[in-house]
């Protein structure tokens, strides 16, 4: 299985509510990423764990709120966001053996995501 | 030093001919460039990656170019077919705080492969 699942494919919230997008993988990887991509542009990386860790943080505005349950799964919780953060949100893994060396991010389909 | 920079921004290429997309990074520390493909709706793909040790590298229809004393490394996609008409996207890589990696990813190629 070298699939990332991400759910839901759409969503639409409005600048009050709260919502959380989901990512999952069972390849065994222990890297996990969050990307956020507007339209014509490349992703832009938001978090990244390792080892259910947060290892990276591009300085996303806290109401972003990334969470890792296990290193199967990640969420990316969302509150008062604003029409500006609406983008694709892709979730990535890749194996991370901690050994020095590069390994394949492998990208889910996103989540679209519309800000009102 | 972060940018990887990517040209052109668009590409029309009638079918069976060659696509050439190029990128040029300034941070040598990077030492891992790969290429992904992007359909609209899905997320980007791993197309094929080079490692600066090489010069070329090729898989099928898809060969990297890369030169490391001038920093820069090509696409090229032979035979284009309609099918290969996406956005692609180089990128650069180091490893990061001991084996995560970060990507750098270049602004992207819209391609588009006529009939």
């Known amino acids: 299985d070298t699939e990332v699942t991400q759910t839901p494919k759409h969503l639409v919230m409005g600048m009050t509510n709260k919502k959380s997008l989901k990512c999952e993988q069972h390849?065994?990887?222990?890297?996990m990423y969050w990307y956020k991509q507007k339209a014509k542009k490349p992703p832009e990386l938001m978090f990244v764990y390792s080892y259910e860790k947060l290892s990276i943080n591009e300085s996303v505005p806290s109401r972003f709120s990334p969470e890792c349950p296990n290193s199967s799964l990640l969420n990316l919780h969302l509150h008062a966001l604003q029409p500006e953060d609406s983008a694709l949100y892709l979730c990535?893994?890749?194996?991370?053996?901690?050994?020095?060396?590069?390994?394949?991010?492998?990208f889910g389909p996103g989540t679209r995501l519309t800000v009102l | 030093q972060q940018q990887v920079k990517q040209s052109p921004q668009s590409l029309i290429v009638q079918k069976g001919g060659i696509s050439i997309i190029n990128c040029a990074y300034e941070?040598?520390?990077?030492?891992?460039f790969p290429w992904y493909q992007q359909f609209p709706g899905k997320g980007p793909a791993l197309l094929i990656a080079?490692?600066?040790?090489?010069s070329e590298k090729k898989e099928g229809r898809f060969t990297i170019s890369f030169n490391k004393s001038a920093k820069q490394f090509s696409l090229h996609i032979m035979d284009s077919q309609p099918g290969d008409s996406a956005t692609y996207f180089c990128a650069a890589s180091r490893v990061y705080g001991g084996a995560t990696n970060k990507l750098i990813f270049g602004t992207g190629t819209l391609l588009a492969v006529q009939p």
């Open positions: 990535a893994s890749s194996q991370d053996d901690q050994r020095g060396s590069y390994n394949e991010q492998f």
């Open positions: 080079i490692r600066p040790d090489v």
């Open positions: 941070n040598t520390a990077f030492d891992y």
């Open positions: 390849m065994g990887h222990r890297a």
